[in-house]
């Protein structure tokens, strides 16, 4: 069946004329039509664009022009980044018309790499959230189990990725958003180093933590994608000029004299049980293979949730100011004066996530309180960035759970956001440092829900990391499993 293939598996069938890329693309629509009822992974297809763009490949293949290094790989694209083509939403009722004029850097590399972009994904608005239940649009559903949810913000990418409805996807990570979606649904997700992949044209939420990454159901595949992505753009003033690597370069071969750090933090109470048994036999297969597995201690990490929530929602206020029903967005139809026009336009086209994190972030940045909160959280992070510079002396990676606890049900957690936030426990002091992360599947609880490894690298390490990921992932092929939808 084509849509099960990989996205490198997909790229060499085409280059070597066992398929075409009009077929791949048509596989890819067919199993869409059959099961984006019952997940709602996309907001909008763009099944003409993408039939064109495949029949473009086909006829340089055909003519023996050389072709780039994703040709005819069918891709989702989640919906807050810009695009040309189609609308770019953020899920949210203030952008639901709104057409961008230029697009993202990324997706500029995608399309010169002739990947065919099959659609824009579902998310929580403006990225806010932990489950894809905060989208305007309504959530998408898990695809190992359609009453949970797959995570968030990135959800709609991740379950379109493990049900097979595209070959890879792109995400964007703030505080988990690829990592956490990744781990619920079964698949890799990597993000990168703050600055290794640009951010321009990426809807911002919080801009110094924002970064995109692939979401894949191979290593290989996010070795393949980061490989395209990466690299220095100077229309993002915080993009680092770092020389291209060849993340598929000596990916199969394995790393040696690997240290691998267990932060004593994160592997405490509140975790599910069978998720810390699958991390911990995910430890031990390390440890089998030679590697020395070092205790370390990352003390500030119980300050990471409360330092994350000041800082990404008072980056969010700033952010979203601009949307105030003049220049663009949403606009009432119902206002007096200008104060009018601006209150009730946010009000109607922000949901109340979103409206809570302006709230909290405007609050924190308020005259007598900017100290107390923002200020001190900013300690905060140079707190933990000094954390993982002290344990990156002690060990090479950090290994620990993405989540600490499978997909939940849809619904159970959104009247509390509290306990939502806390969803990202695992996750949001990566983004907080800078360093790069990555979620790869490591089993399954008794209910068959995923469960996910998350790693930890030095800023720059992908490429050993991708390795490290990959000699896990040739021992235990829980990637090739498919999601009973």
């Known amino acids: 069946m084509l849509h099960e293939l990989s996205a490198l598996e997909t790229r060499d069938k085409i280059a070597a004329g066992d398929i075409t890329a009009v077929q791949a693309a048509a596989a890819a629509f067919d199993r869409i039509r059959s099961l984006e009822p019952k997940l709602h992974c996309y907001n909008s297809l763009l099944e003409e664009k993408a039939m ?11 003519a023996g022009k050389p072709l780039g290094l994703l040709a005819g790989v069918p891709i989702a694209l989640k919906d807050n980044l810009c695009t040309t083509f189609g609308a770019t939403t953020c899920s949210s009722r203030m ?10 850097t990324v997706i500029e590399k995608l399309s010169a790499a002739g990947a065919v972009f099959l659609g824009k994904t579902n998310l929580d608005e403006f990225a806010m ?7 305007a649009f309504g959530p998408t559903r898990n695809p190992w189990n359609t009453d949970r949810v797959p995570g968030g913000s990135s959800g709609g ?15 964007s990570d703030t505080g988990g958003s690829i990592r956490q979606p990744a781990s619920l649904c079964g ?10 992949v640009s951010r321009y044209g990426l809807v911002a939420f919080a801009s110094s933590l924002d970064q995109i990454g692939p979401m894949t159901r191979t290593v290989s595949d996010a070795a393949l994608l980061l490989q395209v992505l990466a690299g220095h753009d100077p229309l993002d003033s915080t993009s680092w000029p770092a020389e291209p690597q060849n993340y598929l370069d000596g990916l199969e071969k394995p790393l040696e004299s690997v240290r691998i750090g267990l932060p004593e933090e994160f592997f405490g109470s509140g975790t ?9 036999a995910a430890i031990e297969f390390y440890k089998s293979q030679g590697a020395e597995i070092v205790p370390v201690k990352l003390p500030h990490t119980k300050y990471g949730i409360a330092a994350y929530y000041v800082i990404a929602p008072a980056e969010a206020s700033s952010n979203l100011a601009r949307y105030d029903g003049v220049h663009y967005g949403h606009r009432t139809a119902s206002a007096g004066d200008i104060y009018e026009l601006y209150a009730a336009s946010r009000a109607e086209g922000f949901g109340p996530e979103v409206q809570r994190r302006i709230m909290l972030g405007t609050y924190a940045l308020s005259s007598g309180y900017y100290d107390a909160y923002y200020v001190r959280a900013l300690k905060i992070r140079t707190l933990i960035k000094r954390d993982f510079d002290d344990a990156f002396k002690q060990c090479d990676f950090i290994a620990c759970p993405t989540s600490p606890t499978t997909a939940f049900e849809i619904g159970s957690k959104s009247g509390d956001p509290l306990q939502m936030y806390l969803c990202d426990v695992f996750t949001v002091t990566c983004n907080i440092a800078g360093i790069p992360g990555m979620n790869i599947p490591c089993g399954f609880s008794s209910d068959r829900l995923p469960i996910g490894l998350q790693l930890f690298g030095p800023v720059f390490s992908e490429a050993r990391m991708l390795r490290l990921a990959r000699q896990y992932e040739k021992h ?9 939808v």
Do not use: M
């Not at 959230?129 to 989208?135: A, F, K, L, R, Y």
């Not at 990418?157 to 995400?171: F, Y």
């Not at 698949?187 to 290794?196: A, M």
């Open 187 to 196: 698949i890799v997700g990597l993000k990168p180093t703050y600055g290794l």
């Open 272 to 280: 599910d049980r069978q998720v810390l048994a699958a991390v911990n």
């Open 476 to 484: 235990h092929p829980w990637h090739t499993q498919t999601p009973p």
């Open 52 to 62: 064109d763009s495949a029949a473009a490949i086909d006829r340089l293949r055909a």
């Open 157 to 171: 990418s991740a379950a379109a990725t493990a049900a097979r409805l595209c070959a890879a996807s792109l995400g």
């Open 129 to 135: 959230g932990s489950s894809t239940e905060n989208s």
């Open 95 to 104: 952008l639901k018309d709104f057409r961008a004029p230029y697009n993202a």
